[in-house]
């Protein structure tokens, strides 16, 4: 089991560009999530999905999209990078969101 | 809105003595969970502890206890017998998901270091 994954693990992006970052988890659950966490500010989530096909916003969506075509994939799209977009960025997984997410290993995202 | 409020952004503890990391939340909601993770050097998220709302047993995990206070919407972490392994950041979470909807509100993190 390789648990939750992520690519890459850095990046540097300039302002306006756009990239996809990776999230694969093999535990067959159901829901997924993305976070940015910033310095002082603990992790906020960006969007999440509740399974194949169904994705919602989280509490900072603007800036990112995302799509769940399998159970296993949930990559975040970066439409146009901006500076307010560097941060680290997390994904996570759960069976069931009453129970302990796991978290991939996070990638560090620096746009200038 | 949901609020998660850490207010020691740093602790410091001698190995072996006991530590409590506090967390005060704002919710209307009645059915909620709460977690402690745990992010060491390595940035990678750990789960500590989980507590459902509903029940008012305290939640243990060996060397990890809460006291959840629901009326006054306190869930403070208590860490025994401190580790060296135990420094990090620990992270209050707070989750719901009314009607379909799913919230994630995590606090800003208390840093703390566990010293020899």
């Known amino acids: 089991n390789a648990g939750v994954t992520q690519t890459p693990k850095f990046q540097v992006l300039k302002t306006g560009q756009s990239m996809t970052l990776q999230c694969a988890q093999d535990?067959?659950?159901?829901?997924m999530s993305w976070y940015r966490q910033d310095p002082g500010m603990g992790l906020r989530l960006i969007h999440y999905s509740v399974g194949a096909g169904i994705t919602d916003q989280g509490e900072v969506p603007n800036g990112y999209n995302v799509s769940r075509s399998t159970t296993e994939d949930f990559p975040l799209r970066l439409l146009s990078a901006a500076p307010s977009q560097t941060s680290v960025y997390f994904c996570?997984?759960?069976?069931?969101?009453?129970?302990?997410?796991?978290f991939g290993p996070g990638t560090r995202l620096t746009v200038t | 809105a949901q609020t998660v409020t850490q207010s020691q952004p740093e602790m410091s503890v001698q190995e072996a003595e006991t530590v409590t990391l506090s967390c005060t939340y704002d919710?209307?909601?009645?059915?909620?969970?709460l977690f402690w993770y745990k992010q060491p050097p390595s940035r990678q998220m750990i789960l500590v502890i989980r507590q459902e709302a509903y029940k008012q047993q305290n939640a243990t995990e060996n060397r990890f206890s809460v006291n959840f206070q629901k009326a006054a919407k306190s869930f403070s972490l208590k860490i025994s017998d401190s580790q060296l392994g135990d420094t990090a950041m620990y992270f209050c979470?707070?989750?719901?998901?009314?009607?379909?909807?799913?919230?994630?509100?995590f606090g800003t993190g208390t840093r703390l270091k566990v010293l020899a």
């Open positions: 919710t209307s909601e009645n059915n909620y969970y």
């Open positions: 535990m067959n659950h159901e829901y």
């Open positions: 979470a707070f989750m719901t998901h009314p009607s379909g909807t799913y919230k994630y509100i």
């Open positions: 996570a997984s759960t069976p069931t969101p009453a129970v302990e997410q796991y």
